[in-house]
């Protein structure tokens, strides 16, 4: 069966610092991959996606980036954290070859920046 | 295009009532259809999907969907509530993009059980 890690869980940063969060799916190969924000009482923003390694397709300009360095992992980074930034942070994973196919997501990442 | 209204932003019941979550869709496509459940800090877990097979799907924990093409709707339901089933839920249709399917989220409608 497929799973999908984000970590870390929770973490606080202070503006201006980097921040790395990474996401990792088992149990399959050449998944669609992406990250999703979700700010406080607002819904799920995409914010990217990958069909491949070293593939990013960007969906909102901001203050963040994403790569892929191997199939199954996904990392979303930033070089100077935004009070903005705040917010929950879901990692996805959807098959590729199949039309319409669903997302699965990860436990997310509860970014506060202060 | 395609877009999602999910027409309640908060539904309370009572326990043991039964439960109505609305949802209308806009796709230029035949949709795919979703209802995913949030329990607070938690990811989202697939409730049910429709993929233009039966117009009535079933899902887990008793939940259930009715595609409505001629109404562009989408309803959520459970026959009986529990207190288990008090988290936000999202009404979601699927289309293409640039080779990767995408997903857009109605709002939410948050749900409350009440004893």
């Known amino acids: 069966s497929q799973t999908i890690h984000q970590w870390p869980a929770t973490l606080v940063q202070p503006v201006g610092s980097p921040l790395s969060l990474e996401c990792t799916v088992e149990g399959t190969s050449n998944p669609n991959l992406y990250w999703y924000r979700q700010a406080a009482g607002r819904g799920l923003q995409l914010l990217f996606y990958s069909v491949g390694i070293g593939q990013i397709s960007s969906e909102v300009p901001q203050n963040l980036s994403a790569s892929r360095p191997q199939d199954r992992q996904f990392i979303l980074s930033s070089k100077k954290l935004l009070l903005s930034d705040s917010g929950f942070y879901l990692c996805?994973?959807?098959?590729?070859?199949?039309?319409?196919?669903?997302?699965?997501f990860g436990p997310g990442t509860r970014l506060t920046v202060l | 295009a395609q877009s999602v209204t999910q027409l309640d932003s908060h539904v309370s019941v009572s326990e043991g009532t039964p439960v109505l979550l609305r949802c209308n869709y806009s796709s230029s496509y035949s949709p795919s259809l979703f209802w995913y459940v949030q329990h607070p800090n938690k990811g989202l877990q697939l409730l049910l999907k429709y993929t233009s097979a039966a117009t009535l799907v079933k899902g887990i924990n008793g939940f259930e969907a009715e595609f409505k093409k001629s109404e562009t709707s989408f309803h959520l339901t459970k026959p009986s509530a529990h207190m288990s089933d008090a988290a936000e839920y999202f009404c979601v249709v699927s289309g293409l993009t640039g080779g990767g399917n995408k997903l857009t989220f109605g709002t939410g409608t948050q749900l409350k059980v009440e004893l």
């Open positions: 996805a994973w959807g098959r590729t070859g199949t039309l319409y196919n669903e997302q699965f």
